[in-house]
């Protein structure tokens, strides 16, 4: 029995990049906050903010994790459905445009917590 490893080639349009940061000034810390649209991640991000984060030295790195695509297999729809690769491919976008939304969404509220 075979078993095949997918990988996700990152993208350009993968990355949301919003930068106060200036080049010459030296990072103490990077700091990692993983997002999402839980009133909990909105929470902990206030809070890290707020009483974490240094506001000239530290680097902040925003990350959204995307969930996989749960759709049932053509199997399931049945052998003469065609498009399923269409689907899949369009709640790929979907899922990338709301991770994009709601990363520019933290970032904006960083920028103006963490001038």
Do not use: C
């Not at 984060?53 to 790195?61: P, Q, R, T």
């Not at 003469?80 to 690769?85: D, L």
Request: charged letters at 20%; hydrophobic letters at 35%; glycine letters at 4%.
């Amino acid at each position: 029995m075979s078993s095949s490893t997918e990988t996700h080639q990152r993208t350009p349009e993968d990355t949301v990049l919003a930068t106060n940061h200036d080049a010459d000034s030296p990072n103490t810390r990077v700091v990692v906050i993983a997002i999402d649209q839980s009133n909990y991640s909105h929470f902990a991000f206030d809070w890290a903010v707020k009483n974490f984060l240094g506001k000239e030295s530290d680097l902040v790195v925003l990350i959204n994790v995307r969930p996989t695509p749960m759709i049932p297999g053509p199997y399931a729809i049945g052998s003469n459905y065609i498009g399923f690769n269409e689907i899949v491919m369009s709640l790929d976008d979907q899922q990338r445009q709301e991770s994009h939304n709601l990363l520019q969404e933290f970032v904006s509220k960083l920028k103006a917590e963490k001038p």
